[in-house]
């Protein structure tokens, strides 16, 4: 469950700032916003790759025990 809540930190770390470009029109809340999606999509790319990798370990073990 830790990839989650690494992905849930950081949807919640880049709240106030959407608040911050969108109401208050700050411009460098848009920058902060950027990053952090950059950085969620790195994340997200990472947590398919683990994903993927375990499932296929899950299925060559199945595959060996039958």
């Known amino acids: 469950m830790n990839r989650y809540e690494q992905l849930a930190n950081l949807l919640k770390d880049v709240e106030p700032d959407f608040s911050k470009f969108y109401e208050k029109e700050n411009q460098a809340a848009g920058t902060r916003i950027r990053k952090k999606m950059q950085e969620m999509k790195n994340l997200a790319q990472e947590i398919r790759l683990e ?11 199945e595959t060996k025990s039958k």
Do not use: D, L, S
């Not at 994903?51 to 073990?61: F, G």
């Open 51 to 61: 994903v993927q990798e375990i499932k296929n370990t899950r299925t060559a073990e």
